[in-house]
């Protein structure tokens, strides 16, 4: 009897547990409506400082603290709108412009922006990821045809990699750096492709696709997990790399823009949500990738 006891225990308190870690909703980390509806990008650098675009107003990039607080960094010259941020190994920080069909720099330690790359045939730079031999790639949306492009940027120079996609919007680099995904927010479907030493992409295959709601900003942890803004569905949706739901986490807002890691041990994620100008956190299992 006293044997039953424990067992039946025990299964309750690893119910309990399960219901627990299913049922993780995001919190509030900075002030609500603090950025704009614009808000993207999130980054962390090598410091644990937390950057966004759009805060307070369109055109400029703020800075969140260990603790939430917000502030101006910089705001961005010649009427330029950042989307997607990305940090590179030496700290130097990316932005992808949408509006003049940059993608700018600001080097580590200093607050001047400058172009590293431009090319006027893009419809849009929106959102950027970085393999670990540091090169760039971005998602190239044509939000009013349905259409899309990739990108990659080498030597200061765009290299188309494949165009006559749907509109492509979320894109990252697996941590080995031999697996690059790229969803299209419209047809909501995310590919997968092999990556060459040359940087370029063969071996497309459909990694997953939805039946509702749309996609954008995605994330990789260390374990090669791909963590997915379901965008207008308010979650983040985790997928392990064979393409298998592993779970969603509830935010409070419902249009979650983008996603990064940062905190003590690399497991907090800070979301963008669109609807409440604010970025929610929540803490993964594995630690985010190092960049």
Same mark, same amino acid.
Request: some cysteine; overall charge positive.
């Given at each position: 009897m006293i044997k039953s006891f424990y067992k039946l225990l025990f299964s309750l308190l690893i119910i309990g547990s399960c219901k627990k870690e299913i049922s993780l909703v995001s919190t509030d980390f900075t002030t609500e409506n603090e950025f704009t509806a614009g808000i993207e990008g999130p980054a962390v650098d090598n410091n644990g400082n937390l950057y966004a675009v759009n805060y307070k107003e369109e055109g400029t990039i703020g800075i969140v603290d260990k603790k939430g607080n917000a502030s101006l960094f910089v705001t961005l010259p010649n009427g330029s709108i950042g989307n997607g941020i990305r940090f590179d190994q030496n700290n130097n920080m990316f932005i992808a412009d949408y509006v003049s069909h940059n993608i700018l720099m600001i080097k580590n330690g200093e607050k001047k922006v400058q172009i590293f790359a431009s090319d006027s045939t893009l419809n849009q730079p929106n959102d950027l990821a970085i393999s670990p031999n540091g090169t760039l790639y971005a998602s190239d949306p044509n939000w009013a045809n349905e259409t899309g492009k990739l990108w990659m940027v080498k030597n200061n120079?765009? &290299?188309?990699?494949?165009?006559?996609?749907?509109?492509?919007?979320?894109?990252?680099?697996?941590?080995?750096?031999?697996?690059?995904?790229?969803? *299209? @927010?419209?047809?909501?479907?995310?590919?997968?492709? @092999? &990556? @060459?030493?040359?940087?370029?992409?063969?071996?497309?295959? $459909? #990694?997953? @696709? #939805?039946?509702?709601?749309?996609?954008?900003?995605?994330?990789?942890?260390?374990? /090669?997990? $791909?963590?997915? !803004?379901?965008?207008?569905? /308010?979650?983040?949706?985790?997928?392990?790399?064979?393409?298998? $739901?592993?779970? *969603? &986490?509830?935010l409070k807002g419902k249009k979650p823009t983008n996603i990064s890691f940062?905190?003590?041990?690399?497991?907090? !994620?800070?979301?963008?949500?669109?609807?409440?100008?604010?970025? *929610?956190? #929540?803490?993964?299992?594995?630690?985010g990738r190092s960049f």
């Open positions: 120079t765009f &290299i188309l990699l494949e165009a006559d996609m749907g509109t492509t919007n979320g894109i990252e680099v697996a941590p080995d750096g031999k697996t690059l995904y790229a969803n *299209e @927010s419209v047809q909501r479907r995310i590919w997968k492709y @092999s &990556i @060459s030493k040359n940087g370029r992409l063969k071996n497309k295959t $459909l #990694f997953t @696709s #939805f039946t509702n709601f749309g996609l954008d900003g995605m994330r990789c942890d260390s374990k /090669g997990n $791909l963590y997915v !803004c379901r965008y207008g569905k /308010g979650t983040v949706a985790i997928f392990n790399p064979n393409g298998t $739901l592993l779970r *969603e &986490i509830q940062g905190g003590g041990e690399n497991k907090q !994620c800070f979301v963008t949500v669109a609807d409440r100008g604010i970025i *929610e956190t #929540f803490f993964a299992e594995y630690p």
